[in-house]
Nanobody, 115 residues
Framework: QVQLVESGGGLVQPGGSLRLSCASS????????MGWYRQAPGKQRELVTT???????NYADSVKGRFTISTDNAKNTVYLQMSSLKPEDTAVYYCYALDYNKYYWGQGTQVTVSS
């Protein structure tokens, strides 16, 4: 079992930055895959970024060069650093973990980009 708790969402102006955190209830070293999805109102959930075995990363084209995923193994936490935010980044962001072929999800954190 893995429990995930996100934090760090909020309201930010276009061009601004936010850092989301996802704290895991157990060591993330042994979790094969973690990352972030987002869901905007009226849209399907979209994969934003994934980190595999704490090393390899991939990103949706819409966030490449602006978002960065990272981990802190000592804190069992995954981060999503978001920069140059755009109104279209507005969504609920969900942290996920894939562990032994089972998905675990956080409760979501709202990110709103608006002037």
């Amino acid at each position: 079992q893995v429990q995930l708790v996100e934090s760090g969402g909020g309201l930010v102006q276009p061009g601004g930055s936010l850092r989301l955190s996802c704290a895991s209830s157990r060591s993330i070293v042994s979790i094969s895959r973690m990352g972030w999805y987002r869901q905007a109102p009226g849209k399907q959930r979209e994969l934003v970024t994934t980190i595999i075995s704490g090393a390899s990363t991939n990103y949706a084209d819409s966030v490449k060069g602006r978002f960065t995923i990272s981990t802190d193994n000592a804190k069992n936490t995954v981060y999503l650093q978001m920069s140059s935010l755009k109104p279209e980044d507005t969504a609920v962001y969900y942290c996920y973990a894939l562990d032994y072929n089972k998905y675990y999800w956080g409760q979501g954190t709202q990110v709103t980009v608006s002037s």
